[in-house]
């Protein structure tokens, strides 16, 4: 058996899931965290309880997003060893970053958050979920930088059949990071928009009485949203520039064609759903237009397809390379046989699957509920009911 096939398909496999709980998880702090400053600064109870209910749905993914991400890293090491080998020296610098102190930081700050509503004072707690959000995004920031450094390796140099870092300046203006960047945070952005708007729209299709409440979170999620789809629109088509400098024949004619265009397809209908949405801000249109609640019900798929889309884009267009024009992907495979590659890949998939279904679960039993009673005690931790 040919393990260089099963091996791929492996990484994407994993790659795939453990992105779709990154961007979920990525625009959902966001959305938090500009809640609670809005109650911080406002002092309206409702948006305290936003802060509850968008908290818990975001720490429910957070928690099943860690393991897919965990084994990814494991990956490295054990199946594609000819990268870190070659590499290492380079590319495993901002990864062991990312996870040393972003993710840490990150856990830290999140776990002291959650057991500190009530317990805190306002301002103290409202830093801690900022604190939260930014050590998200430089996770994003040193993942990316990582994989930017195998689409044009940049700040390195080549001796004695190994690359060694040279500039680690250099990475931060790759251009392969330059116009990715920003498209993935915004594709963050409309991701937790649309889930947000996905969810109250759900809530006004069964004739809730949270009126006031799921106004709210519509309201913030349909400009996130907005917001969010104009600018991965405009940075999906910026990256295209970026490509003739370090991968000129990417986009020709090959294995990225029906993926580009699904995503541009996507792309553009993502923005139209979210024009469509911004109706709902009008005046009584909110609880009544039952038409656009259904379309937003069923357009919160719509940013984990295109991101699927976009990453296999980034990835098949450098094939065969693994590090362009450096390393090759068939000589970067560790010495395993292709039948135990096979079998990880069958018990990693349905472990995989498992947790996606588990995730979509739980956040499904956790948005159908609804938030909190209003006389719920504020102090119970975030977790509470989950």
Known sequence: MDALPVARLQ????????????????????LVAVMQ?????????????????????YVINYALGIVTGIVMEFQFGLTWTGLSAFAGDVFGAPLAIETLVAFFLESTFLGLWIFGFGRMPKWLHLTLIWLVTLTAYASALFIMLANSFLQNPVGSRLEGGTLHLDDFGALFSNPALVASLPHVLSAALVTGGFFVVGVSAYHFLKRTTEVEFFRRSMRIGVLAALV?????????????GELKMYQPDKLGEGAVGVPLGAMIGLGFLMFLCAILGTLLLV??????????????????????LAAIM?????????QPWLVWG?????????????????????????????????????????????????????????????
């Open 310 to 318: 976009g990453w296999l884009v980034r990835e098949l267009g450098r």
């Open 37 to 57: 400053t809005r109650w911080t600064l406002g002092g309206k109870p409702e948006l305290l309880r936003m802060t509850r209910f968008w908290g818990r749905l």
């Open 283 to 304: 005046r009584n249109w909110i609880t009544r237009a039952r038409f656009l609640h259904y379309l937003m019900v069923a357009a919160i798929p719509l940013p984990f």
């Open 228 to 240: 969010g789809s104009i600018f991965v629109v405009n940075q999906g088509f910026a990256q295209f």
């Open 11 to 30: 990484f994407a496999t994993t790659t795939s899931l453990h992105f779709l709980f990154v961007l979920l998880t990525l625009g959902l702090v966001t």
């Open 326 to 386: 450096k390393l090759r992907t068939a000589d970067a495979i560790a010495d395993v046989p292709g039948g135990q590659i096979l079998f990880s890949f069958i018990a990693f998939s349905l472990l995989f699957a498992a947790l996606a279904v588990a995730d979509w679960v739980l956040l499904a039993r956790v948005a159908k509920r609804g938030p909190e009673p209003v006389d719920e005690p504020a102090e119970l931790p975030v977790l509470s009911g989950v």
